[in-house]
């Protein structure tokens, strides 16, 4: 790609740094941005810089945050006898965004993956020790995804939370609602009928 | 999607502004920046405004430039007497990374589109005439998409040049390259047997 502008070529490279935008998007962002006035270019550089450097992690769960404690922590009416343990941030608004749980969360920052050098120091796993130690907290969901390192790391956690006689429960495995079950994989078909429930109609 | 941070959420709406770019995707670049350096947000978000701050257009041949002659205009290596017009930047690219040309551009800033408001005065036309009548150049080259907009500026541009004596040529069109003619369009290929050329081998 020939740029006759270095400012262009710069713009696309700080696009193309991006994950999943290739060159040609970037110069397509980057165009896009001229044939607008200048000032949503200095506002879209501002929301990011603003972004980067006020975010925080809460001070209690480690979601990502304006201020001390996240908006959940913060926020009297959530159900604070109940931890939603997630992976990360994405999780977290993945579950939320269910409407089903009104709890408050804990974010590890990653799961125990021996392969990746990631161990249980590396994860904010003493952070959710305090928290369940402080006695409040009745019961820790485990909505980890059910991946060989996810499974270790619920089962690592369950071993630590189980003798402060704290319920440890894990979210629900098995079929998909709307799947369809030839199309599922052996695994969870085989575990949803080992792990089969009364019919409540 | 639910956001526990107004800060990520500005920054996600800020990307999502940009086309091609859902709120998922945004919402992922967003996640890697925070996992990068600040550094690294600041210099992206530095290039931008740099970018849409600094650039102008080539008082030659209106390309996007960092200077006042775009780096073409500002080559004296390049054929003077041979300009290849084109409808945009992106055109120019495309061409300019063929490696087939060595002349000058000119960029009209669009075609002319009566349905979408463009006529003729619209376009870099009248820098155009005046570039053509200074003299020195000896060719002008249609570089311009075959839709029926671009015929129309071609024709509309030939009529307005061939006064002065200057040689109007236009791209060849026929069937692409490693392209199989049953996939060709009727159009193209029936005018590809209209514009046979004679054989060299």
Request: proline letters at 3%; charged letters at 25%.
């Given at each position: 790609?020939?740029?006759s502008s270095k400012l262009i070529e710069k713009a696309v490279e700080a696009f193309a740094g991006l994950p999943g935008i290739g060159r040609k998007s970037a110069l397509r962002l980057v165009l896009h941005l001229l044939k607008q006035d200048k000032q949503v270019t200095v506002q879209f550089a501002q929301a990011l810089v603003a972004m980067r450097?006020?975010?925080?992690?809460?001070r209690v769960c480690h979601n990502l945050s304006d201020d001390?404690?996240?908006?959940?922590?913060?926020?009297?009416?959530?159900?604070?006898?109940?931890?939603?343990?997630?992976?990360?941030?994405?999780?977290?608004?993945a579950i939320e965004d269910t409407g089903q749980f009104h709890g408050l969360y804990h974010v590890l920052g990653g799961i125990i993956s021996p392969m990746d050098g990631i161990g249980p120091s590396e994860l904010n796993i003493d952070a959710l020790m305090q928290r369940l130690e402080a006695g409040e907290i009745k019961e820790v969901i485990m909505a980890i995804s059910p991946t060989i390192e996810g499974e270790t790391t619920i089962y690592?956690?369950?071993?630590?939370?189980?003798p402060l006689g704290i319920q440890v429960s894990a979210i629900?495995?098995?079929?998909?609602?709307?799947?369809?079950?030839?199309?599922?994989?052996?695994l969870t078909l085989g575990r949803s009928i080992a792990a089969r429930v009364p019919y409540r109609s």
């Amino acid at each position: 790609m020939t740029f006759s502008s270095k400012l262009i070529e710069k713009a696309v490279e700080a696009f193309a740094g991006l994950p999943g935008i290739g060159r040609k998007s970037a110069l397509r962002l980057v165009l896009h941005l001229l044939k607008q006035d200048k000032q949503v270019t200095v506002q879209f550089a501002q929301a990011l810089v603003a972004m980067r450097e006020g975010i925080r992690d809460c001070r209690v769960c480690h979601n990502l945050s304006d201020d001390e404690l996240c908006r959940f922590c913060a926020d009297q009416r959530r159900d604070k006898s109940t931890v939603c343990v997630v992976e990360n941030v994405r999780d977290l608004m993945a579950i939320e965004d269910t409407g089903q749980f009104h709890g408050l969360y804990h974010v590890l920052g990653g799961i125990i993956s021996p392969m990746d050098g990631i161990g249980p120091s590396e994860l904010n796993i003493d952070a959710l020790m305090q928290r369940l130690e402080a006695g409040e907290i009745k019961e820790v969901i485990m909505a980890i995804s059910p991946t060989i390192e996810g499974e270790t790391t619920i089962y690592y956690l369950s071993k630590k939370i189980q003798p402060l006689g704290i319920q440890v429960s894990a979210i629900a495995r098995g079929v998909s609602f709307g799947g369809d079950l030839e199309y599922a994989d052996e695994l969870t078909l085989g575990r949803s009928i080992a792990a089969r429930v009364p019919y409540r109609s």
